[in-house]
């Protein structure tokens, strides 16, 4: 077991980087705003929750008992205006999309949350919530639906860092007339013609606003008792009004807040320079571009930003994702031969506490990935166990891909042929066959990049003749055994 006090976090309830101590020994709760399936998920979807789930993985690691809850927002205006518009049922919409992501999410090998609350599933919690606050004075009902009264909350506004006025003045152009203060937010919608409805009594039927949908599973399943529990997370987009209104929502209904101790928010993601968006023709769902793409190389492209940060996705990046991810294949292949080990997770040797220790600090992914391919070059058979420890702490999991591949059945004297190939040019001191390819790819790389073609031409001859065949695509140049 790691050392359980190591972990450092940035907390944007208190807008500081704090050492993580959970609330009760040894035990880790978390909650993580999901999937609004009412449209197909983008590659800013995928950034959020590949990094929740790699924070997961730290935790584990560390020896903590994790349960991670992840919720499906199943209603929502998106999904009854689309099925107003098409004829379609509104759970059908719901349910296709979703099932696609989840699709996605196995790719990218996010592991099964522990527990995945439908909002539709949980009107009761919802309903009592509701009931609570209106008791408490802090909701009341007009003609068309039952709304939260934010002026009741004096600490509205402390996890985004805005005072009222300011975001008041922001309201203004919003006001609704059924509302006593433009920011005021609804509870529960009673039901127009068609829409999709559940009875409350002695209220009205209708269907629940977003934000107090996650307040009640969360305290359902997580914090019954109104303690608090551990990490909150989602997007930089939720911050407010999302995540501000969950907080207004649940703490004046908790003996112990805060709602949640520490608060975790990722940054946003451009795609090739600019925000993503169908109207700019940049955005591309999810499942296209991985169908498209490894899904190893799309995680570790993740990998190389922090979190927190504003990120620039390219096809650039990609390809360097998809060079990092030879060389830890090249280097799986090394230590395990002819067959695969099981994962050993609890082997914790200098490589799996390099990458942990990196983790630790608010999460470092590019030092946690620039230690595991340091690694990488010189592993042994010795270090099979702390190699693959390391690999899953990233989510970088081996597949029978990584040992099944052509390239397995290499001729024996590949190695000597390219040291009679390139040996006056390349120097090979050391290196595996597989590394040896993998330097003439990158010395005939950059023959191409600067046009000298000739060179590109006579390097991958040369390699043809040790038995080498080299394609080149868009994602970057690939090799097999010539056969």
Same mark, same amino acid.
């Given at each position: ?110 592991? %099964? ?302 190695? %000597? ?67």
């Amino acid at each position: 077991m790691g050392n359980l006090g190591s972990l450092k976090l940035y907390n944007t309830r208190t807008r500081t980087v704090e050492r993580f101590v959970p609330l009760r020994d040894g035990e880790v709760r978390m909650y993580v705003c999901g999937l609004t399936p009412s449209a197909q998920a983008h590659l800013g979807h995928a950034r959020s929750f590949l990094f929740f789930d790699l924070l997961r993985r730290l935790l584990m690691y560390r020896g903590y008992k994790v349960t991670y809850v992840q919720n499906v927002t199943d209603i929502d205006d998106r999904s009854i205006n689309r099925a107003r518009e098409t004829g379609e049922y509104w759970y059908d919409i719901v349910s296709g999309y979703y099932a696609e992501f989840k699709t996605s999410m196995r790719a990218l090998g996010v592991m %099964e949350f522990d527990e995945e609350p439908y909002a539709t599933k949980f009107i009761p919690q919802i309903q009592e919530m509701i009931r609570e606050l209106i008791d408490g004075g802090y909701a009341y009902v007009v003609d068309d639906g039952i709304y939260y009264r934010v002026s009741a909350f004096p600490s509205y506004g402390k996890l985004s860092n805005r005072n009222l006025e300011e975001l008041e003045a922001g309201a203004r152009i919003e006001v609704d007339e059924h509302k006593e203060d433009p920011l005021d937010f609804a509870l529960w919608k009673f039901a127009k013609p068609g829409e999709p409805k559940w009875e409350f009594e002695p209220f009205g039927a209708g269907r629940p606003g977003w934000h107090i949908e996650c307040s009640a599973m969360a305290r359902t399943l997580l914090d019954p008792q109104g303690q608090g529990f551990d990490i909150h997370g989602g997007g930089a987009d939720l911050i407010f009004p999302h995540h501000e209104n969950e907080i207004a929502q649940s703490e004046p209904l908790m003996p112990h807040p805060p709602m949640a101790n520490v608060w975790l928010h990722g940054g946003l993601l451009n795609f090739e320079g600019r925000k993503m968006s169908k109207s700019l023709g940049n955005f591309e769902p999810l499942v296209d571009l991985l169908a498209r793409h490894d899904p190893q190389a799309v995680r570790m492209t993740f990998l190389t930003t922090g979190y927190s940060k504003v990120m620039n996705f390219t096809e650039e990046s990609l390809s360097a994702s998809y060079a990092n991810l030879e060389k830890l294949k090249a280097a799986y292949r090394r230590i395990h031969g002819d067959g695969p080990l099981e994962p050993r997770h609890d082997v914790h040797a200098s490589i799996a506490e390099s990458v942990a220790a990196a983790l630790d600090d608010d999460v470092n992914t590019s030092a946690a990935l620039a230690a595991l391919l340091a690694f990488a070059k010189d592993a042994t058979p010795a270090d099979a166990g702390a190699f693959e420890t390391a690999l899953w702490l990233l989510g970088v999991v081996p597949n029978a891909s990584w040992l099944e591949e052509a390239r397995a059945q290499l001729p024996a004297d590949v190695l %000597e042929r390219l040291h009679s190939e390139f040996g006056g040019e390349i120097a090979f001191d050391g290196a595996s066959a597989e590394e040896a390819i993998g330097m003439v790819i990158e010395r005939r790389s950059q023959a191409r990049a600067a046009k000298d073609w000739a060179a590109s031409d006579r390097l991958r001859d040369a390699l043809a003749r040790c038995g080498i065949a080299i394609k080149d695509s868009k994602e970057g140049t690939t090799w097999t055994a010539a056969g």
